[in-house]
């Protein structure tokens, strides 16, 4: 698709910009936002775009809320992220921030403890040497990079630290 949209008929701009939206969402689901920049980037009229995502959308193909719970889950299982990282990478995708909210209580308190518990075993096994307050500092700043609150990062830290 080298030839911008905005070049075309109005008739072949639509078939490429539904083409366009398929193979995207082909690779992966996406959300409503992510496939309104895609076809802006390659220079899709708005209001094509527009109709094109309100079609989508009613086919069931874009579900912004199906696309953060499994988001979340994967996120989470895979990359250890906490619930405010997990909003955070929502939002920017595009979702709603209620949506993402929602989705990213899907994670309860003990999963999301579970998690940051996992996420700081692995890491004091790389630790060997470091001392207690070093360690502390470089387990608390993970466990911030991945969107953990503190009480709950203090708090795990603290027991893993005295009770390996």
Known sequence: MAQSMADLPPEEARRKAREFCFDLLAA????????????????????????????????????????????????????GLGRRALVAELKRKGVDAE????AANE???????????ELVRKKLRTMTGVDEQKATRRLLAMLARKGYPEGLSYSVVRTELTDP
Do not use: M, N, Y
């Open 28 to 79: 992966r689901p996406r959300t409503r936002e992510e496939l309104r920049q895609a076809l802006a980037r390659k220079g899709c009229d708005e209001e094509i775009a527009g109709s094109l995502l309100a079609k989508l959308d009613d086919a069931g193909l874009v579900d912004d809320a199906a696309f953060a719970e499994t988001w979340v889950r994967s996120r989470h299982t895979h990359k």
């Open 99 to 102: 949506v993402a909210a929602e």
């Open 107 to 117: 994670i309860g308190e003990e999963s999301e403890e579970q998690r940051a518990r």
